[in-house]
């Protein structure tokens, strides 16, 4: 079994910062992919940021330059610092990871957070 365990959002005014951890446990043998999805009522989650377990980086146009998203093999945590916050931003963030298992370490499955809040207003 799997766990993702998000931390970190909030209620921070126009231009502040907010910094999300994921931490991942459980009988996990190996993380590849993890990142940060975002999601408003009514509308479909999207993408914020991924990275691999090598440290490469894919952003949303949306949040390029404000936000860095990083991660710790070690701890088998990844993070997402959020800079230069708009209204905008306002949203459920969902960590991801895709994860392979000591049950099946051939095969990666998708896990999902429960999601943290994150409103930017003033």
């Known amino acids: 079994q799997v766990q993702l365990v998000e931390s970190g959002g909030g209620l921070v005014q126009p231009g502040g910062s907010l910094r999300l951890s994921c931490a991942a446990s459980?009988?996990?043998?190996?993380?590849?992919?993890m990142g940060w999805y975002r999601q408003v009522p009514g509308k479909q989650r999207e993408l914020v940021a991924t990275i691999t377990s090598g440290g490469s980086t894919n952003y949303a146009d949306s949040v390029k330059g404000r936000f860095t998203i990083s991660r710790d093999n070690a701890k088998n945590t990844v993070y997402l610092q959020m800079d230069s916050l708009k209204p905008e931003d306002t949203a459920v963030y969902y960590c991801?990871?895709?994860?392979?298992?000591?049950?099946?370490?051939?095969?990666?499955?998708?896990?999902w957070g429960q999601g943290t809040q994150v409103t930017v207003s003033s």
């Open positions: 459980g009988t996990i043998f190996s993380i590849y992919n």
């Open positions: 991801n990871a895709h994860v392979a298992p000591f049950s099946t370490p051939l095969r990666t499955n998708n896990y």
